[in-house]
């Protein structure tokens, strides 16, 4: 039966592979550690993406113009 190189003493990893794992690793770690930050400024970036559509979609897509509409 051959043998997975998924142990951990396999070496026969390309250093350039192993340097991006390592940025995975650190850049999970981080957003682990500030995951309730990261989950606020979400949300926060989603509300104002709405309002900017919702402001785009009043303005440009109504059939009767904005000013006309309630006379």
Known sequence: MPENN???????????LERRIEKVERDLDIMDRHSLE???TEEGIQSYMRRLDREYKDSHLHSVPKARKHS
Request: proline share 14%; aromatic share 0%; charged share 20%.
């Open 38 to 40: 990261m989950s606020e």
């Open 6 to 16: 998924t142990g951990p003493g396999t070496t026969n990893v390309d250093p350039r």
